[in-house]
């Protein structure tokens, strides 16, 4: 009785540790450090401005059967003239502060605070999954 109690105490610690790991390796990094990658396609609009787009379905089968045959199989998410901007500066190479003084020298003072309002962007972005960050992929 004292080795499975022993083990699960185990477990729970081991779990725990995991998780500490996690909270304390998201919290090293500095978000203008970060390195945003796009996660979803994406079209140009008539206006210029970006739509990202968004599989109906997951997977193969239902896109083939499940969407009718005169319906896009995707929703399309419509990003403001800042937001395409933002979108097209992400190449998976620059970082967040590099997108923003680049945001800063296209739009001056119409973006301003660029840094709160970029972050909270990306913030969104990356909660929708429409973009990952090189260094919070699994496996880093």
């Known amino acids: 009785l004292r080795s499975l109690v022993g083990s699960e105490m185990c477990i729970r610690d081991s779990y725990t540790m995991v998780l500490n790991i996690f909270r304390k390796r998201n919290r090293e990094y500095n978000y203008l450090e970060l390195t945003p990658i796009q996660n979803k396609e994406y079209n140009l609009n008539e206006d210029g401005n970006v739509d990202i787009l ?49 945001l800063r020298k296209r739009f001056g003072e119409k973006i301003e605070p660029v840094f709160d309002r970029l972050t909270e962007f990306l913030t969104n972005l990356y909660n929708n999954n429409f973009i990952v960050f090189k260094e919070l992929k699994k496996g880093k």
Not at 59 to 73: D, G, H, I, M, W
Not at 86 to 94: D, H, M, P, S, V
């Open 54 to 102: 968004i599989p109906r379905f997951k997977s193969k089968f239902a896109r083939k059967y499940l969407v009718p045959k005169n319906k896009e199989p995707y929703f399309r998410a419509n990003l403001d003239e800042f937001g395409s901007a933002t979108w097209i500066l992400i190449n998976g190479e620059r970082k967040v502060q590099e997108i923003g003084e680049e």
